[in-house]
């Protein structure tokens, strides 16, 4: 009788986590929220855990797949976690992506500026933004 209401806690807390993602709702949308339920990924707690300067979470948040509209956010999301961490250790957690991954990563933040709801970043670019991300990129397409 322990070990059932012990699995029952754990099940129930698990179920609660996983509908009740933790997010600031200023820049997360709920279509990114249930875009990741549903590839059974917590985008909320990736978020949270980049911006506690979390090395594997940033690169794995980073370089998560995302297409159509979904990318501009994904993108304006990236863009509000290198505004807070700062370009050094956002960079440290990227060492070493591929160059693929890198022309994956650069769209998202060329998407992200045009997306983004962050008056600091209206009218901006990458390259005007965050100079190091940009020529760790690499150059524009």
Request: one cysteine or more.
């Amino acid at each position: 009788m322990k070990y059932l209401k012990l699995f029952t806690l754990i099940v129930s807390l698990c179920l609660i986590s996983c509908k009740g993602q933790n997010c600031n709702k200023d820049y997360i949308s709920n279509y990114l929220i249930d875009y990741s339920e549903e590839r059974n990924y917590n985008y909320c707690e990736l978020v949270n855990q980049s911006l506690e300067n979390d090395s594997y979470s940033i690169r794995s948040l980073s370089l998560l797949e995302f297409y159509d509209g979904m990318t501009y956010e994904h993108g304006a999301v990236i863009i509000e976690i290198i505004n807070k961490i700062g370009e050094e250790k956002y960079l440290k957690a990227l060492n070493n992506i591929s160059p693929d991954e890198k022309v994956k990563l650069k769209s998202y933040l060329h998407a992200g500026f045009d997306f983004t709801q962050n008056v600091n970043f209206k009218d901006k670019n990458l390259k005007t933004s965050f100079n190091k991300v940009y020529a760790y990129l690499g150059k524009d397409y």
